[in-house]
């Protein structure tokens, strides 16, 4: 099936870095890309939607100069969390929208990256 | 508003049952209906997708969609404990974003 990967799967950093997050469509060519965020035993926030070559739109409440999101190509997207602080700490999803060849096109999650902010 | 609703449970039942998973929607016009599961601490994974109203089977799961009545489920048959999840129910019209139900976890027990 689809298989979208993200990179890394855990990182630790200190407070006031910027992170970088790999979001990559392996067997496919991803029309849009999301980026989602979930807090412990909480659901799925939807950050923002991005389409190649164009400027992320981000949903209501998230800071886009915090969660820069560049979609470079039809297979990769990036998220930088820049300044991160302790609160961003969270279960960051990234997802692709897309499908194999004959089939219809449907959204497919890569594994997450868990950031940890000390 | 486009809302997708679920009973957040959690839903037990022993093992070899059926599980019932059942979800509702408020936007009229949705057209794609997916099935996610997402395991504590893992992302979401799908697990169905159904586009027509009637029922679509896939080894133990059955989706069942009924347009009219805006309700989708997902029934599991011999449910197993490694069935034990989270199942998120999503939504959408045509190329729109997903719209995600708040999830319903299910308990499996030996």
């Known amino acids: 099936g689809a298989v979208v990967s993200q990179h890394p799967s855990r990182v630790i950093c200190k407070s006031g870095t910027s992170v970088k997050i790999e979001c990559r469509s392996l067997d496919f060519q991803a029309t849009t890309m999301f980026w989602y965020r979930q807090f412990p035993k909480k659901s799925l926030m939807l950050m923002a939607t991005?389409?190649?070559?164009?400027?992320?739109?981000?949903e209501q409440g998230v800071e886009k100069d915090k969660f820069l999101i560049n979609h470079a190509s039809l297979t990769l997207s990036t998220l930088t969390v820049t300044s991160a602080h302790p609160e961003d700490s969270s279960f960051y999803i990234c997802?692709?929208?897309?499908?194999?060849?004959?089939?219809?096109?449907?959204?497919?999650f890569g594994p997450g990256t868990r950031l940890l902010v000390l | 508003q486009k809302e997708v609703e679920q009973n957040s449970g959690p839903l037990s039942v022993p093992e070899g049952a059926i599980a019932s998973l059942n979800c509702t929607y408020s936007?009229?016009?949705?057209?794609?209906f997916f099935w996610y599961r997402q395991y504590s601490g893992k992302s979401p994974e799908l697990i169905m997708s159904?586009?027509?109203?009637g029922d679509k089977e896939d080894g133990r799961f059955t989706a069942q969609l009924n347009k009219a009545s805006q309700y989708v489920s997902l029934l599991i048959r011999d449910s197993q404990p490694s069935d034990s999840a989270t199942y998120l129910c999503a939504v959408n019209r045509g190329y729109s974003t997903l719209t995600f139900g708040k999830g319903t976890m299910l308990l499996v027990s030996p």
């Open positions: 936007d009229r016009v949705s057209q794609s």
């Open positions: 159904i586009y027509s109203n």
């Open positions: 991005s389409n190649e070559g164009s400027k992320a739109t981000y």
């Open positions: 997802s692709a929208r897309g499908g194999l060849a004959g089939q219809q096109e449907t959204q497919y």
